[in-house]
Each structure stands twice: as C-alpha cells, then as structure tokens.
C-alpha cells in the first residue's frame, strides 16, 4: 500500500552547513541540508537576522555538502554528495534565485550503500579536485577546471580504491599549487576478517593516508601511511601554501595532534576538560566538529567539545614548521552538527538538537585573562589541563532559527479553544528539551499599540514624495472627521497636512511626484507640494459612494451607479474624462491597479455590482470606460484588489483580481493584461465575516492583506504562492506601512487602538511556543477534563537533582580534605564558590553520570500558560518508559488514574533490568 502524504511543515534539524561567496555579490550565504532539502540563507550583516532565500527539495538523502571555488574566481560552488549514485555540482543563481545543476556525473548504484561513494566529500583547497568516498572500499577523485569561456568543467573519474579498509574521514590538505593531496582516516580489517580468535580485531590500529593526484599522468597514488595511537575520529584541514605550514590536525579521544608529510615532528596537545566537573571521570573526551577562519595574516580554528565547550587553536610556527599547539577556551554553546565562521563576523551554530543560532563574534579572545595551554607545557602522560566554564563573552545572541528536530511525540487537539486546533509536540533531547505547540499561521510581531479617541473606520499611509523611502502621514477616518498622523521618531498628530479634518475619509493616496489627494463623500481635495488646495465638489445633492485610486488616477462612483474619471496630466492637474459611465447596478466596491513602471496608467478597473457581478472596464484613451470582461459571483462582492505578483527582476509578473465576497470567500482570477479577460479562478473559504482586501508590499513586491474572522495574508515566497492566517486577534482594516524601524510593515485598526504590525517569518506555515523541559521527554497524555499535559522525561547516563546536589556537597568536601594546613582558608573559598555556581544545563549540559545511570520526572503542564502543576522525581535509575491514563470500574465514574511503567537499574548493552514497577497516580 502506497499513501499519499502532504508535508505540512519542511524539516527543521539541519544536518551539514557551509557557507561561502554562493551569489557572487559581496555577500556571504550559509547552505545547509535538511535531510533532503537544501537551504540558502543569508545573514543580514546589519540586522544579524538569517533570511531564507531559496529552498529546494532534492528528493533524495544529503550525505555530504561542500562549497569550492576555482582559483581566481569570484564565486563559490555546491558539491552535493547523496543517495542517488551521483556528484552533483550546484550555482547558485541569484537573478533568478535558483540553484543551477552544473554538472552531475554518475559513479554507483542509488541507495546508501557500504561501497557506493556519496558519504565524504574533500576538496583540494586551491579548488582543483574533488574526492568523493564511500565508507568502505571506494573513493572516486574528479578534475575540476574551467574552458575557454571559463565555464566549470569536470573530468572522467579515477580510482583511488582499497579493499578491506573502512573510512572515517576524508580531507583535502592545502599544499598550495602542487599536486592536490587528500588525507583519509581508515582502518583495514582485512586480517581482523581472517582472525577467528578476535585478537587481531582488538589489536587493529587507525591509519592517515595520504593520496596524491598527480596531475601530470592523471593518476592517484597512495603516498603514505601511518598508524594512529589514538582512536580518531575527524580531521581538520591546515593552510598551506604561503598561508600556513599545511598538514592536518587529527582530533581523537582525550588529544588533538597535528601531523604533516617530511620532517615535521607530531605535535601533541591534551584536550582541556573543566574544572570540578561531575561527569564520570573515565570517560574521554572528543571534538565533534570545526570551524576554520583565515585572512591574509593569520588563521585560527574553532572546534567544539561533545559538552559545548569551543575552543580557540592556533600554531605557533619556527620556519614553516609547527612547534606547538595552543588550545584556549573561547565560549560554550549548544553542541552542533556543524559550524561556520563567517568572514562578516557571525558565527553560525547548526545544533544536533533543538534550535539553531547566529552569534557576532565580538571578541577573538586575544587579550583577556582566560588562561592559554599549550602542547610544549609539561604534563604527566594521561594527564590534562582544566579550564572554569562560564556565560558567553567573546560570543553575542543576535539570531535564533526554531527547530523542532527531533519530534518524539506528537498529539492534535484544541486545548486553547480557538475552533483551528493546535499540534502538541514533545521536542528536543536532554536539558534543552522542550513542549512545543504549534498553531497555523504566519508570527506577527506588534511593533506599537496606541489607543485612539474612538473607533475609526479606516486607515492609510501616504508619502510626501514618490521617492522617500518611507512614509510620512498615517491617516485615520472616524465616523465624522479625520485625523493625520506625522510618522518620524514618534507617531504624532498634525493639522498642517493640508486634509480637511471635518469630514470623514473615503480613501487617500500620493498622487504624483509630491501630491497628495484625499476623496471624502463631498468631494476630492487635491494638495500640491506647496500646499495649494484644489477641490472638485460632487455635484448637486449626489454624495460619492464608492472610490479606487492610484499615483496617477482617481475612479469615483457617485449614488445611483455612476462613474467619474480623473486623470493626472503632465503638469500635475487632475483632469475630469469629458464622459461618464451609468452603471446597470449600484457600485458596491472598486479597485484600480499600481501604475506599472514606465506607464501613464493603470489599464483596467474593476467594479463590483450589487447584482453580485464584477466587471472589468477599460480605462485606455481610445475606449475609456467602456466594460471589456464580466464575471458572475456566487454572493455580493464586499472589495475587490488588482494586484501584480510573482515579478521577478527577470521575469514578468501576473496581474491577479482579488475578489472578497460577503460569504467570507477570497477568489483570485488572473486579469489578461492585453484583452481584460479573467480566467483560472480559485476559490477559499476565510472566514464568517465579510472578506475586505488590502495590497501592502512584501519582500518588495505587492501582497494581499484579506480581513475576514481572521486575516490571511496572500503573498509571493521562493517562487511560489503562499496563502496563509495571520496569528493575531481579528483586524478591521489595514495599510502597508513603512519607516526607519519597520521597513515592510503593516498599520491596522482594532476596534479604538491602532497597531503597527510586522510579519518577519514569511515562508512558515506555523508558529510556535516553547515550554522548557528537564530531561528528554519520552510520552505525554491529555487530561480530558482540564486540558493539561500529563508528561513522563526520562534521561540515561544522567543524575537526578538530589545526587547532583549529594555530589557537589561530596566534591566540595574533597577539595577541603585535598588541602594542606595552610590552604583551609582558600580551599573553604573554592568550595563555597564551587556549591554556588549556577551553570544552567540549557547552555552547558548536563552532566554524565556514567552507563546505567536514569533520572526521570513526571509532571502536569499547562499547555497554555507553560506553567507546571505537578512535579513528582523518581528515585536515581528509575526510568519512566510508558504512561496511560484511565478509569477503573470498580473505583467509580470520577475516579481517574495515571499509571507509569518504571524500569529500575536498566542497562542498555546488554540489555538487563532490575526491577519493572507500575506506579498510579491518583
């Protein structure tokens, strides 16, 4: 059985991030792969925000991702390594904001198979080779250089195979413009294979090798091998070249030790552990990955502890040969699957789990008193350094991307009463575990709340000129009178803008280079830039009805269904159309159209009549007013809105007729730009109220604000429509608004308080809440009475809080034994500031208690509030593992029951377990 399935929200964990020069601007761009989805975000080097540029799903599994660029090009390119049997080279085009596919060379069978490459991918440096491997047996290096028209070219593959051998990791070493060299860590099995005794297994050591492609026969040899004390786990590239003294740093349990080809001795460091640490002290210690950062004079590495901790290393060099490493502790941050130093100065962290983050990096951690070790200081063999963990201080906050990865549980149910149910998730590993909840709609940030003296009807914003960058009046139409706001460090009101004030507002518009005009039921009010009035009054005892404007026209309609004209002429005047235009029903809503760049006019208006029809009419000199196309509408239409979506700076946009009728449903027709003819309409249903449209401007193009019960927003995202609700309370009319603090926002009134809103997370589907965790939450159960979330965490090789405490009180005690007679006073100190040391485990883990160690909690959640209700912690190595909840006959109907299954001493290879209980909570 196949089933269909619709993705309602992409993946959140990201698995691989690089970041390079993709778009050939001076900007910087981080890709990162979401299992089979690849992302290009940009960092505002201003703001610190990450925007979302493009996403593309692969339909395939990403297994490695890596950027190159050719010797003196401008631009980085994408290698993809996948499931598929293939290498594929990606350009980021950002025209067209697209990825290119370059090249794609097939090599294997498809699947994630032992011997087909696609696991590691190496680039040399100088971006003249590609090494693509698999993780056993086979590894495929590939030419890449330009033709005559500096197109990027790939050659036919050469083997760089061998049997029996395991691969770990693979790097390219910098050796500047000589052979391209790449450095594997592998292990050969073969005698391990023929060894029935199991001895050879045991005795089977890592190697580095190194394999050179020789570019003048075209072959890859394998140059050099050597065996490894250290289990290792992953490589780190060194520049070369006349950057550096090239070679490779090999991170392994408990040591990082730089190695290089010819005379350079091994250079061998400890890896700092911290201070007065709780974890079980057998355990090693490893980096679990890296980042690299190198200017002209100098380079450093950054590279991350399996607790956070990163580290700052650099090599101290004699005549190109390395004569000792310096590790010095630089920050500690959640523990991430990747990392990447940016040249504008952002550190981008890819968490292994939960949320991902940017940070500014403020400080190198050059000049401040945090001590440096160094492999030349002197240490017993097994010994280490220590180092005192704190809060970030070379490392800023400035940016947080929401990941829900992993999801281990997950329930749909309106707890919060609001008819759209939510989605309930139980997210995240360890102390940085968390309940989410997620709700449909797009996150709306509230800029400024300010009350009005009564409820108004509607709302605009002008410019003074048609090239200011951002507004300058926000006007508010009341029952009886208008009020015009000045926008510039503060929102207040003036008298001198040149509207009349007494009167209520139809509509309102910059008309012009630098007029403005106002439409009230009496009349239109023309102010010029010098604040000349000129008015045109309806006439006789007609009042105007109905109004649609734009910067160059104005279309009124008048009691009684009829149409009046007015153009702007090249002096600036408003000129009345000699005709008018009687309609067949009375006019119960209009919309006109932007002027399209390098035009005189908006081609087409659209009326709706109150015999539920829409009608396009012409608003061209030689057939002005006359109707061109009809349309037929299931009820009445409450507002109609032309709009020109999906231009890009290539491409040429289309134009869409946005219908709301008063049965709550939004149409959208495409309007032929040439003929007037509507075709392809869609249909949804938004809402109990009346459907009333806005355009307002989004990611600079024209969007679509529609108010019914709820608001939606339509929009134009990534090369594809979206249509989604706002998560805000309901609105009754709204603006696109723009100044210094919020470039594309929206001014919306809400009964008597006008709010200034901004939509910043275009693209997403929900928006979410979080609710702090303590272990990782294993189940969670719906009291149906109240709502709440009954919830069992459970965390192996961890302590509860009463052992943690036991333990601290343990240690510190050890630490005033340890002393001698003249020390008491300090150690008493040490001990006393070690108790009060308060490290959250959110940042800095929590400890490792050792194998077979559980600490688990349940506890009753408000889901609305996050607030806990309940706490109940479980003895040391009990593990909650299942939860239900229910009733018992016997104990009658208002009697209900949580019962936990609890396994106790539970070990996980091999598999044994104490004691099972079930615990019921009443």
């Given amino acids: 059985m196949f089933l269909y399935n619709v993705t309602l929200q992409r993946a959140t964990g990201i698995t691989h991030a690089i970041h390079g020069n993709f778009s050939g601007s001076k900007h910087q761009e981080v890709v990162v792969s979401r299992g089979k989805i690849l992302d290009v975000l940009r960092p505002d080097p201003n703001t610190g925000k990450v925007v979302t540029l493009l996403s593309v799903e692969v339909f395939g599994v990403i297994r490695s991702l890596m950027s190159f660029r050719l010797t003196g090009g401008a631009k980085d390119y994408i290698v993809v390594g996948s499931d598929s049997g293939r290498i594929v080279i990606l350009e980021y085009n950002a025209t067209k904001n697209v990825l290119e596919k370059i090249h794609q060379e097939t090599f294997g069978k498809s699947g994630c198979r032992r011997i087909v490459p696609g696991q590691y991918l190496a680039i040399d440096p100088k971006g003249r080779a590609v090494m693509v491997g698999a993780v056993e047996k086979q590894k495929l290096v590939y030419i890449l250089n330009r033709d005559a028209q500096a197109r990027l070219t790939i050659s036919s593959p050469l083997e760089a195979h061998k049997s029996n051998t395991f691969v770990y990791h693979i790097v390219g070493v910098d050796v500047g413009f000589e052979n391209p060299m790449f450095a594997c860590l592998e292990m050969d099995y073969e005698e391990a294979d023929t060894d029935p005794t199991g001895e050879a297994a045991q005795n089977t050591k890592q190697a580095l090798t190194f394999y050179e492609l020789d570019l003048g026969l075209n072959h890859v040899v394998r140059k050099y091998s050597e065996a490894l004390d250290e289990h290792a786990n992953f490589l780190i590239t060194v520049p070369g070249g006349n950057d550096g003294p090239s070679g490779v740093l090999i991170c392994s349990e408990n040591y990082i030790t730089y190695k290089n080809l010819g005379d350079q001795p091994d250079i061998r460091c400890p890896i700092p552990r911290r201070r007065n640490d709780l974890d079980d002290p057998e355990r090693g210690m490893i980096f679990v990955c890296s980042a690299a950062h190198k200017t002209k004079s100098m380079f450093f590495f950054l590279a991350q502890t399996e607790q956070g901790d990163i580290f700052k290393i650099t090599l101290e060099l004699d005549d190109d040969m390395v004569t000792e ?322 231009s890009g700076e290539e491409s040429q946009g289309t134009l869409y007729l946005n219908i709301g009728l008063e049965n709550g449903v939004l149409l959208r027709t495409v309007l032929d730009p040439v003929t007037g003819d509507l075709a392809d309409t869609r249909t949804r249903y938004i809402g109990s109220r009346p459907v009333k449209l806005f355009r307002i401007r989004m990611q600079g193009g024209e969007a679509v604000l529609a108010m019914s019960s709820r608001s939606w927003l339509s929009y134009y995202f990534q090369n594809r429509f979206h249509l989604t609700p706002l998560s805000y309370e309901t609105l009754e009319y709204a603006s696109g608004f723009s100044s210094e603090q919020c470039p594309e926002g929206v ?121 806990t209700f309940f706490l109940h912690r479980f003895e040391q190595n009990e593990a909650a593992m299942s939860l239900a909840y229910c009733k018992f006959a016997s104990q009658g109907e208002f009697q209900q029951f949580v019962l936990i299954g609890v396994a106790k001493d539970f070990q996980l290879a091999p598999r044994t377990i104490g004691q099972c209980y079930i615990y019921t909570f009443r």
């Fill in 325 to 646: 490493i310096r590790l010095k502790y630089f920050d500690t941050v959640p523990v991430a699957s990747s990392m990447c130093v940016l040249k504008t100065g952002f550190l981008f962290v890819a968490s292994e789990f939960g949320n991902h983050y940017l940070y500014q990096i403020a400080h190198l951690g050059d000049d401040d008193d945090e001590p440096e070790f160094s492999s030349a200081m002197p240490l017993e063999e097994g010994d280490t350094f220590f180092f005192a963990p704190r809060i970030l201080r070379n490392l800023v906050l400035v940016d947080e991307l929401e990941s829900l990865s992993p999801i281990i549980s997950c329930q749909v149910a309106d707890l919060a009463n609001e008819d759209t149910p939510q989605l309930y998730m139980l997210c995240g590993r360890g102390p940085r575990s968390s309940v989410r909840v997620l709700r449909h709609g797009l996150e709306v940030s509230e800029m400024a709340v300010s009350e009005l003296p009564g409820n108004p009807n509607a709302v605009w914003t002008v410019k003074r000129r048609a090239d200011d960058e951002f507004d300058s009046y926000i006007i508010v139409s009341f029952v009886n009178a208008t009020l015009v706001l000045s926008i510039g460090e503060t929102v207040e009101e003036v008298t001198d803008s040149g509207f009349l004030g007494t009167t209520p507002t139809l509509s309102c518009s910059a008309l012009g280079e630098d007029a403005l005009v106002q439409i009230y039921p009496d009349g239109i009010r023309h102010i010029r830039a010098d604040k000349r009035v000129n008015e045109w009054k309806a006439p006789g005892k007609r009042a105007i009805f109905r109004c649609a404007v734009n910067q160059r026209q104005v279309v009124i309609a008048l009691t009684g269904g009829e149409l009046v004209y007015f153009e702007m002429d090249p002096t600036g005047q408003l000129n009345e159309y000699t005709e008018r235009r009687e309609m067949p029903a009375d006019v119960v809503c209009m919309s006109l159209g932007t002027v399209p760049v390098g035009e005189q006019r908006c081609r087409f208006l659209a009326v709706g009549l109150a015999d539920s029809t829409v009608r396009i009419i012409s608003l061209d000199p030689s057939d002005c007013l006359s109707p061109l196309s009809m349309q037929a509408l299931p009820a009445r239409a409450e507002s109609l809105c032309i709009v020109d979506m999906g």
């Fill in 747 to 867: 001014v919306a009134i809400s009964t008597n308080t006008l709010r200034i809103l901004a939509m910043e997370k275009l693209g997403a589907v929900f928006n979410q809440m979080s609710f702090p965790l303590e272990y990782t939450p294993k189940k969670f159960a719906i009291h149906p009475g109240t709502g709440n979330l009954i919830i069992i965490e459970s965390d192996h090789n961890a302590y509860t809080e009463d052992v943690k405490k036991q333990r601290r009180i343990q240690m510190a005690d050890e630490m005033k034994e340890a002393a001698g007679p003249d020390e008491q006073e300090l150690a008493q100190e040490m001990a006393d500031a070690f108790l009060n040391e308060d490290l959250p485990d959110t940042v800095f883990g929590a400890p490792k208690a050792g194998p077979g160690m559980w600490a688990s909690i349940v506890r009753i959640m408000d889901p609305i509030e996050g607030r």
